[in-house]
């Protein structure tokens, strides 16, 4: 399954561009395109996405992805997690900053 923060990029892609195909999202994911069709699944079986084929596309696996109403509001919960581990993260590192710049003061 994805990280939190590769699930997070794969529905704000999603919303982004309903249209992108499996390679792309793989590729801006920097996962496998196997992975990515592993997770659309879930999606689609979870109901946070709804897939449906383009009717006058030349290509027939040419898929819209549509986030439904419940990927919506899943996508609202995991951006308030990701965003909050982010925050977490930066505080940690300034700390660890202001540290170091209070040893190198008294290292001087």
Avoid: W
Avoid at 31 to 42: I, R, T
Avoid at 60 to 66: C, E, P, R, S
Avoid at 69 to 76: E, I, M, T
């Amino acid at each position: 399954m994805l990280t939190e923060e590769a699930h997070y990029k794969l529905l704000r892609l999603l919303e982004a561009n309903p249209s992108a195909t499996q390679r792309e999202i793989a590729k801006e994911l920097g996962v496998s395109l196997g992975k990515v069709n592993y997770c659309l699944q879930a999606l689609v079986e979870k109901g946070h996405v709804k897939a449906k084929n383009f009717k006058n596309s030349q290509n027939k696996a040419a898929y819209l992805y549509l986030l439904t109403p419940r990927g919506v509001r899943a996508k609202a919960g995991i951006t308030a997690a990701y965003l909050q581990r982010k925050l977490d993260e930066y505080e940690a590192l300034r700390g660890e900053i202001e540290e170091l710049k209070a040893e190198m003061a008294s290292d001087t």
